[in-house]
């Protein structure tokens, strides 16, 4: 006989299986979507980020806007109204995203750490919503779409596919479109590419109705061409229409317009200030009248943290907490999508974008859409018509000499991406074997590669931000111009052709707002131009370079590779030279050159270097005699004159070199010279340390001259202790002393009222903080465990009274992962797994201290 217990579970399951709303539409969904995206900024010629000094503290853009964003969506802190840390969410775990695939690939490089929490939220979030990912595609380098032609079309949206299957290990279901920049024959190509959905402003949308079936053939079109249409369900967008009256055909794909006006206040308002904020503007969207209902949401991923300061909390806890609480379902278009099918279709405004009011003319004409500063953008216009002129001409070039290497030239650049991922020999040379016409020499293999990488600065060339604001001379419009040179370069390197002054004379037709420039063309000139790289100026950055460091057999500058064959350096008095042979070769076109140098360092700025292909080891030995000789003579001139006549005319000196290693080695030069002015401030300090505590016990003003000397040595001592520090932080002994110090000294400092100048020693603290922290609690002594934690509270308390103002997040999630996952379940709760802990519960008391210190809530426990 069954029980009636029994029963009643039986019935229970069922209607939760019925009931689930991760199964059943029903109810309120909420989905807020993050647009994370960066302009390519890699120089074309080095295919690395150069220093922009706008982007202070930081080295460039992309990681200033990564500290500010990116890592905290990644690790984004959930705090009491202490200010303490109670939880730490990954952001994209519940956000529907996407990442541009140009910063997805520089998140790779610069912090791992991040790049794999993204695609870990993915892979959670796809089996929280029955297998659909919260991420989605993009079109590959954010070019508008509706102003491509059809090739390029279909190249940006497999290049986006493919950057993203490779990386999420799924078929993207969705794509972001360019600025939501569409037209019909756009959607065309998606629907040909089988991208089953796509998220537009409310703007876009024409008209919609119900969707025909056999009960109601004639359904009612309602005009919405007034952000009217109602974001709360999704909509299918037909095809194969001529007219609103036909019947609708088999191709379609799927549209989500998102929530204008709450979207807006997200970007504009105090919306994001607190969770409570955003519940309540989310609520105002919330209709009795359905069964079940989205409220979606879209903007920029970056205003989570960058545009708006720490924003990525309320994101935090609304998304894992707050909303649940209202009884929503947090959920990705996707997943919405699969539980709730159109019901209704739609059409589209013919061209459209979400941040033109004029179609897509912000990226083609002066529609006075721009970032501001009532500047005109009449340059807009003949921008593109330079850079459609000059991908018409590359066309026949690829066309032709990539016929005599590939099969199908096009089908052959829609896969390139598999070598843009992986530049590795193994891998292009698998590329080549399954796209080549025939067996291709070395010397085709290079052709072939600069005409694929030709095709790629011609994409590259139309990332939409070069035409986004109000000038053409912003780096945003430098920038694409720097890809219409490099593909220029390379199309003249493989098939002779010279277009760079019918491109120039389109661009002197651009008029600047900039009165030093006047025109595109002296844009061009000043700004681009300078910027292209040849193999010579690489060697001649390795030859200088070589005299302030030791350069090991194969090394890598940038994306070349150089192997050392032959190497010499000399001292004579304040001159000194190196001369050497090396093999220049490119990781991205495989061109390689063998080079000889000789680099003289006459002290101090002064350099003369000079460059030459090797030309035969007789040569080779006569010239390296002949300057060394000369050098012993220690006559600079005689040196120049010899180095002239054997390896030409042309020379480098250290302007020369890129900005990074120029940079450096101004650094190296000035290092003697500011070490000896702060032994002399020092001295000046220390020689009228009582007259300055005078002054200070008498609250008078200290003459500059004093309290710039004490910060100076205040500054100096610090840095010296830290680098101490660093040093010996494998000792006990060396890390209390360094600490000692640098308790003393700051003490000194505010005593003194001094501010100290010393970014230097925040680094190093925070670094020590992140390495003692880890030791002590994976690999500490629990004999030691006091003296350990004392020394994290003092460098912590350093940095209080330094005021550097250290970043923990960090050390944070180092003891927060430890705690959650070892401290309370193995030394806390579970008496008997007890055993398994290192430390008694008599030692867990410092630990737990220790969490307070690193503003985490563990009064709990304590």
Request: aromatic share 10%; charged share 25%.
């Amino acid at each position: 006989m069954v029980s009636i217990s029994l029963i009643h579970s039986a019935v229970s399951s069922i209607q939760t299986v019925e009931c689930d709303p991760l199964k059943t539409a029903q109810g309120v969904y909420v989905t807020v979507h993050g647009h994370f995206y960066q302009p390519p900024r890699e120089n074309p010629y080095l295919n690395t980020i150069e220093r922009q000094p706008s982007a202070h503290p930081y080295h460039d853009w992309n990681e200033r806007i990564h500290h500010e964003c990116y890592r905290p969506n990644a690790f984004a802190r959930i705090l009491n109204h202490k200010q303490e840390l109670l939880g730490i969410v990954n952001n994209f775990e519940y956000l529907s995203f996407n990442i541009g695939a140009t910063l997805m690939s520089w998140l790779e490089q610069y912090d791992p750490a991040v790049y794999q929490r993204i695609l870990e939220a993915d892979r959670l979030s796809s089996a929280r919503l029955n297998g659909h990912g919260n991420a989605i595609a993009q079109v590959y380098n954010h070019i508008i779409l509706p102003l491509a032609n059809q090739r390029d079309k279909i190249t940006q949206i497999r290049w986006g596919k493919a950057d993203f299957r490779d990386r999420f290990g799924r078929e993207p279901e969705g794509m972001w479109l360019a600025e939501t920049a569409v037209d019909y024959p756009t959607l065309e190509a998606l629907i040909e590419e089988e991208i089953k959905f796509i998220i537009l402003a409310p703007s876009q949308a024409q008209r919609c109705r119900v969707m025909t079936t056999e009960d109601e053939p004639e359904a009612k079109w309602h005009e919405v061409g007034g952000q009217q249409i109602d974001p709360t369900r999704p909509y299918r967008c037909f095809l194969d229409r001529d007219s609103p009256s036909d019947t609708p055909g088999d191709r379609y794909i799927d549209i989500f317009f998102y929530d204008g006006p709450i979207s807006r206040d997200m970007g504009f308002n105090d919306v994001l200030n607190t969770a409570e904020n955003l519940t309540d503007r989310l609520g105002q969207a919330v209709r009795g009248d359905l069964p079940s209902q989205l409220i979606s949401v879209a903007t920029d991923g970056e205003t989570f943290g960058h545009h708006k300061g720490g924003t990525e909390k309320c994101i935090a806890y609304a998304l894992s907490q707050q909303f649940a609480q209202e009884g929503w379902t947090v959920t990705n278009y996707a997943h919405y999508l699969s539980i709730c099918p159109p019901t209704w279709e739609v059409q589209l405004k013919p061209l459209t974008a979400w941040s033109c009011a004029h179609g897509v003319d912000r990226w083609q004409d002066d529609c006075g859409c721009a970032g501001g500063g009532g500047w005109h953008q009449k340059w807009r216009r003949p921008l593109r018509n330079a850079l459609d002129w000059l991908r018409d001409r590359l066309i026949p070039v690829y066309e032709e000499i990539g016929g005599k290497f590939f099969r199908d030239p096009w089908l052959t650049r829609n896969e390139y991406i598999q070598v843009m991922r992986d530049r590795s020999q193994g891998n292009v040379t698998e590329f080549f074997l399954r796209h080549q016409a025939k067996e291709l020499s070395s010397a085709e293999q290079i052709d072939a590669l600069r005409l694929l990488e030709m095709e790629r600065h011609t994409l590259l060339m139309y990332t939409s931000c070069g035409w986004f604001f109000e000038e053409i001379s912003r780096p945003e419009g430098v920038q694409i111009l720097r890809y219409a040179t490099r593909a220029m370069e390379l199309a003249g390197a493989v098939a002779g052709i010279d277009l760079k002054q019918k491109f120039l004379d389109y661009l002197a037709q651009a008029p600047s707002n900039v009165a030093l420039f006047g025109n595109g063309k002296k844009v061009f000139q000043d700004l681009v131009a300078p910027s292209q790289v040849s193999l010579h100026q690489v060697a001649a950055h390795y030859a200088i370079g070589s005299i302030f460091t030791d350069y090991r057999p194969q090394e890598r500058i940038y994306c070349y590779g150089v192997e050392q064959l032959d190497y010499q350096k000399q001292q004579m008095g304040t001159l000194t030279l190196s001369l050497g042979q090396i093999q220049l070769t490119s990781e991205i076109t495989w061109e390689s050159k063998h080079f000889v140098f000789a680099a003289l360092h006459l002290g101090g700025w002064d350099f003369h270097c000079c460059i030459k292909e090797f030309d035969g080891r007789l040569a080779y030995t006569e010239l390296k005699q002949q300057l060394f000789n000369d050098l012993k003579q220690a006559s600079a001139a005689q040196v120049i004159l010899k180095m002239n006549r054997s390896m030409g005319d042309h020379s480098f000196n250290l302007q020369d070199l890129f900005a990074e290693e120029r940079q450096r080695i101004v650094r190296l030069l000035t290092a003697q010279t500011k070490k000896h002015l702060d032994q002399l401030y020092t001295q000046v300090y220390r020689e009228n340390y009582s007259m300055l505590a005078a002054f200070q016990r008498e609250e008078m003003p200290v003459p500059q001259e004093l309290k710039v000397a004490a910060e100076v040595a205040l500054s100096y001592r610090c840095i010296e202790t830290a680098n101490t520090l660093e040093q010996g932080i494998e000792t006990a002994a060396i890390i209390d002393s360094a600490l000692a110090e640098l308790t003393v000294t700051a003490t000194e400092a505010n005593y003194l009222e001094c501010w100290l100048d010393i970014p230097d020693v925040k680094l190093i603290l925070e670094q020590t903080i992140v390495r003692l922290l880890w030791r002590l609690l994976y690999d500490g002594n629990p004999d030691t465990l006091e003296a350990d934690v004392r020394r994290i509270e003092i460098a912590i308390a350093l940095g209080q009274q330094m005021r550097l103002g250290l970043a923990l997040d960090r050390a944070q999630e180092i003891y927060f992962s430890c705690l959650h996952q070892y401290i309370v379940p193995n030394c806390l709760l579970d008496s008997t797994s007890r055993s398994s802990c290192r430390w008694d519960i008599t030692q867990i008391k410092p630990l737990l201290k220790l969490g307070q210190s690193l503003a985490i809530d563990v009064n709990c426990w304590l």
